[in-house]
């Protein structure tokens, strides 16, 4: 009997409140693939000084494989279609051995800072850089550079500017055929969605698609004006593996 091929593994890098969810949405709706949303999440939490102030975090170290090497083993060893694709936060990462990345497709999702502060600190009141994930995001761009792997770096903004091209130009990337059902999806919840989806989730839960791009115009509170300023100067770095 020939064995099944391995299927086509895609790792999608994002930081919070972009479009990360939006995209694995759209995954979802394909005919060939199965979506996993924040697989590494646990693994975080399990490390992280301020767990508790992540909403429903025993919640999800309660139903997440929480051993980083275990839950990277269980992404590599995960079948049954031909595309997976993986939804991650890209600070999740943290003191895991990057080597599996050779193992699928990389996908790096960012946003401008102000517009991402602005809707993160609704639910996570006192944000730090390392909740953010923009340091991480470029250490992951210079590892996968200097290692040679291939990878596409995309702005959230680009995608809702044009999201059928933008898709089919991501797909191209990804060696998978476009399909135009990734474009709609029905209003509600999936049944991959963590269970930090009722946190998180609303924008999307009320959407049937990629919503058209609009500028944040919400001011910043002054708490965080500091923080703004030290992403800003890590995203200029980001942007230039555009």
Known sequence: MTAEPAPKRIFLWSGPRNISTALMYSFAQRSDCRVVDEPLYGHYLKRSPIKDRHPSADEIMDQLECDGKRAVQNMLQLSGRKVIFFKNMTHH?????????????????????????????????????????????????????????????IEGKTILSNPKEQLKTLCTFLEIPFEEAMLQWKTGGIREDGPWAKHWYHSVHASTGFKPYKAAHEPLPLKLESLCQKCASLYERLIQYQ
Do not use: C, W
């Not at 050779?102 to 850089?129: C, D, W």
């Not at 909740?131 to 996968?144: I, S, T």
């Open 93 to 153: 990462l943290q003191g895991l051995d990057l080597n599996f990345l050779r193992s699928g497709k990389n996908i790096l999702l960012t946003r401008a800072p102000r517009e991402m502060l602005s809707s993160f600190h609704k639910v996570i009141p006192y944000p730090t850089l390392k909740d953010v994930g923009y340091a991480d995001q470029v250490r992951l761009a210079e590892h996968l550079t200097t290692e040679g792997i291939p990878f596409r770096l």
